[in-house]
T-cell receptor
């Protein structure tokens, strides 16, 4: 079983739509959680950390549900520039586990 | 914010040559750095974990004699692809963990290797 499972998509949504991604993790002892964004042929860049209390940064909201062992990312009012692959990352000790990424395309 | 510098960004070489890629943490000390490989339209694959002052830990299926890793200082790790072959052509990305800010991992810009 993979440490992190993520729906690869693709998600094709119209501009202005709200879209949500989920990511499940298998080890309840996992410690830190992040969402990264990766543009085509570029390196992943940190989008936001994820906390149990939830955190919001503009149009982006991240949530952690430890009981059900999943993290989520909500994007409101999608922009064309949001088109990218979104990776969830879970840490356990010194190990980082990446999801396979969810592809998002925002359509005009 | 923290910055990780990776060099070179692009390498084209002949089969059989060795290629060295450098990864530097510019704003913080990184006892642990990671090396990934990514093929087109595929997810990141961890190759090895580079530990300052000790031997790297390689993932299953990654040849340690083929991919030499050196982490001689707290700000520099290098990956050398020895005797590169066309099947080694890929996008290699390093990252460094900043343990002072909650274990966030910052990535270098990647090195695109093409072996002819």
């Amino acid at each position: 079983r993979k440490e992190v499972e993520q729906d690869p998509g693709p998600f094709n949504v119209p501009e202005g739509a709200t879209v949500a991604f989920n990511c499940t993790y298998s080890n309840s002892a996992s410690q830190s959680f992040f969402w990264y964004r990766q543009d085509c042929r570029k390196e992943p860049k940190l989008l936001m950390s994820v906390y149990s209390s939830g955190n919001e940064d503009g149009r982006f909201t991240a949530q952690l549900n430890r009981a059900s062992q999943y993290i989520s990312l909500l994007i409101r009012d999608s922009k064309l520039s949001d088109s990218a692959t979104y990776l969830c990352v879970v840490t356990l000790g010194n190990q980082f586990y990446f999801g396979t990424g969810t592809s998002l395309t925002v359509i005009p | 914010g923290a910055v990780v510098s990776q060099h070179p960004s692009r390498v084209i070489c002949k089969s059989g040559t060795s290629v060295k890629i450098e990864c530097r943490s510019l704003d913080f000390q990184a006892t642990t750095m990671f090396w990934y490989r990514q093929f087109p339209k595929q997810s990141l694959m961890l190759m090895a974990t580079s530990n300052e002052g000790s031997k790297a830990t390689y993932e299953q299926g990654v040849e340690k004699d083929k991919f030499l890793i050196n982490h001689a200082s707290l700000t520099l790790s290098t990956l050398t692809v020895t005797s590169a072959h066309p099947e080694d052509s890929s996008f290699y990305i390093c990252s460094a963990r900043d343990s002072s800010v909650g274990n966030i991992q910052y990535f270098g810009a990647g090195t695109r290797l093409s072996v002819l």
